[in-house]
């Protein structure tokens, strides 16, 4: 099965899940930045995994974007805004017979899923949707992940490669 996990990442806590769901999926998935999974990449994929923080309640918009680069200098760390947005990927996307399933990093307690979001675009594209949206907690603002988070990313990715195994 190939399955590629595509990630928007600003201060690593979805690309580190992102590295432990494929690393539960095993060989034959590969880790992309949005810039990374072009159409032609991902023309031939079973599965495609899609994952992004939630941040201001929603899937990050490029307003939101241009407002971190603006106020990059009080963040502990400068985020990482080299790679598009997840929004923007997925309207980008061109639409597809495959699978997908969705993910989102957070704080446990905030409203609002970026996951549902992208799970929602991803099927109005064509691609059937393997499970819910999963969220992965964060301790605080911008991390890190609380403790077994990565083993769980780890054990969900089994479980989206069992889900596909068994459809055949
Ligand atoms: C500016 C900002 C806004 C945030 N807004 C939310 C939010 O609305 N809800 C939430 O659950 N977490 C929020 N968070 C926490 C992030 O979702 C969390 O740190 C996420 O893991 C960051 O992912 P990344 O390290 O991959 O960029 C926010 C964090 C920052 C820095």
Redesign the pocket.
Known sequence: MKAIIV?????????AVARAIAEGIGSGARVLATDEATAEVISDVDLIVAG???????LPTES?LKG?ATNASK?PTP??LSHPSMRAWLETLPSGSGRAAAF???????P?SAAKAILKRLEALGYGPVGKGERFI?E????P?RAGELERAKAWGATLAQAMADEG
């Open positions: 990630y928007e990442s600003h201060w690593g806590n979805t690309a992004s923080p939630l941040l201001g309640f929603s939101m971190m963040d985020p990482d989102e990093t957070r704080i446990w307690w905030s609002g964060v605080d603002k911008y991390g992940l």
